[in-house]
T-cell receptor, first 111, second 111 residues
């Protein structure tokens, strides 16, 4: 059964730092990997989708990489800002299109 | 404006009552999903539907029911058989390659 783990569970950094969030999964037979952002009490906002044939995707200050063979993905956030404070969720796509989620990393960026 | 709407945002019910959560999408997506989120846990899949008039159970379907009579709509009923219904419920939709888009969620409280 696929399991997704995110480390660390929480992270606090000063504004301006570059940071890395980690995601690992136990079964490398995935279709895609998706990173989301969730603000308190809100739904999920899709940040990046990496298809299984891709190695990375970039959007603005965000860069996500995927290494299927080792079962790992990282989300790199450059020059962090207080507005980046949120919970970041990693999820892998199963064969039916459903997502299997990690528990998330709660990020706090201090001014 | 394309997107996913969920209503209501907050819902309060007495124990023993059935309640139906609404999810509508105008993205023309074939697949729709219901997830449940509890504090400190990742999102867990309740039901999903890849086509009208067809749906499958997810990991935690007990005590829930769904219907998919229209492509745009995928309502979720929380029945009195669900032992711990208080949670945050999220609806999503997707098309291949299965990038999922989420609605704003419904917070259900049962007392």
């Amino acid at each position: 059964k696929q399991e997704v783990t995110q480390i660390p569970a929480a992270l606090s950094v000063p504004e301006g730092e570059n940071l890395v969030l980690n995601c690992s999964f136990t079964d490398s037979a995935i279709y895609n990997l998706q990173w989301f952002r969730q603000d308190p009490g809100k739904g999920l906002t899709s940040l990046l989708l990496i298809q299984s044939s891709q190695r990375e995707q970039t959007s603005g200050r965000l860069n996500a990489s995927l290494d299927k063979s080792s079962g790992r993905s990282t989300l790199y956030i450059a020059a962090s800002q207080p507005g980046d404070s949120a919970t970041y969720l990693c999820a892998v796509t199963g064969s039916q299109g459903n997502l299997i989620f990690g528990k998330g990393t709660k990020l706090s960026v201090k001014p | 404006d394309g997107g996913i709407t969920q209503s209501p945002k907050y819902l309060f019910r007495k124990e023993g009552q059935n309640v139906t959560l609404s999810c509508e999408q105008n993205l023309n997506h074939d697949a729709m999903y219901w997830y449940r989120q509890d504090p400190g846990q990742g999102l867990r899949l309740i039901y999903y539907s890849q086509i009208v008039n067809d749906f499958q159970k997810g990991d935690i379907a007990e005590g829930y029911s769904v219907s998919r009579e229209k492509k745009e709509s995928f309502p979720l009923t929380v029945t009195s058989a669900q032992k711990n219904p208080t949670a945050f419920y999220l609806c999503a939709s997707s098309m291949p390659p299965y990038e999922q888009y989420f609605g704003p969620g419904t917070r259900l409280t049962v007392t």
